[in-house]
């Protein structure tokens, strides 16, 4: 079985994030830039909208897809839900919850194998260790303990252990997963900002930012990025400035 590669070029770094309520505008918008990113995102938003649909269409744009489900169910049902997400078009990323526990991840990372037609790539498996929403309060209110940088480590160990290929993380917890984690270890990370960010400040959610440079050189395989592009006035223009960014940062 081989697995999905990425080319070198640093627009494979670019994971753009259709956060749509329906397809025809999620591939109205797609269609600008299609030819400028890595990937699209689909998560549950569109995913609940339009479903399987929403995966065929953008895939059929040219970019990878990273459907973005994040499964956290008993190892069973996660092993289908990952088998069905597997055979879909493009599928180059999907992804659990870490805190399913190892065995449903290991469920996970041996369904994503078999989902997948003979001589075919599969797609690589990503774990959520800890929501960047979630505090240390939260966490706490949540029957989590610990400090979340130390919980993100350990989530993110225990992923790699369980035969998942990387994770979604904040950039400030970047260094310390591909310090534990090593090389080859995904790391894919939201919050990505540039300098001249179409984000309002004030309406921005993203407690952990930084810039693109800074998520590449804190070594990041993959930035997730959505309003910077989706609400920018130009956004092939926006697109283009951060792989440019990418290339110079890498
Ligand atoms: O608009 P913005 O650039 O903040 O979008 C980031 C994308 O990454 C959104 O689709 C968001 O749901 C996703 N994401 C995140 N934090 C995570 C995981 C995913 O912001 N921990």
């Known amino acids: 079985m081989t697995l999905t590669t990425f080319d070198a070029h640093p627009r494979s770094s670019l994971v753009v994030a259709l956060d749509f309520d329906s397809l025809s505008s999620a591939v109205k918008f797609a269609k600008q830039i299609a030819d400028l990113v890595g990937m699209f995102k689909i998560g549950n ?3 609940t909208a339009a479903g399987p649909a929403a995966v065929k269409e953008i895939a059929a744009l040219g970019a990878g897809v990273f459907l973005d489900l994040k499964y956290h169910d008993i190892p069973n049902t996660v092993a289908g839900a990952v088998l069905s997400a597997a055979s879909m078009p493009g599928v180059q990323l999907l992804n659990v919850h870490a805190l399913g526990g190892k065995a449903m991840m290991e469920a996970a990372a041996q369904a994503i194998s078999a989902g997948v037609p003979m001589g075919a ?3 690589r498996l990503l774990a959520v260790t800890i929501l960047t929403s979630m505090n240390q309060k939260a966490m706490k209110e949540a029957g989590i ?3 979340p940088k130390m919980r993100v480590v350990k989530l993110a ?3 790699k ?3 998942v290929d990387g994770v979604v993380a904040s950039i400030q917890e970047a260094k310390a997963i ?3 984690c090593g090389p080859d270890f995904l ?3 939201p919050g990505v900002r540039p300098k001249d960010s179409a984000v309002e400040p004030k309406s921005d959610d993203q407690a952990r930012k930084a810039t693109p440079t800074e998520a590449i050189r804190a070594g990041a395989d ?3 990025v959505g309003r910077p592009i989706l609400a920018a006035l130009d956004p092939r223009a926006a697109a283009q400035s951060i792989v440019d960014e990418i290339a110079a940062a890498k």
């Open 45 to 47: 938003q569109l995913f």
């Open 121 to 123: 790539d599969r797609p």
């Open 145 to 147: 303990g610990g400090a």
């Open 157 to 159: 160990q225990l992923a």
């Open 161 to 163: 252990k369980a035969g």
């Open 178 to 180: 591909r310090k534990a």
């Open 187 to 189: 790391i894919a990370t």
């Open 222 to 224: 993959f930035l997730l």
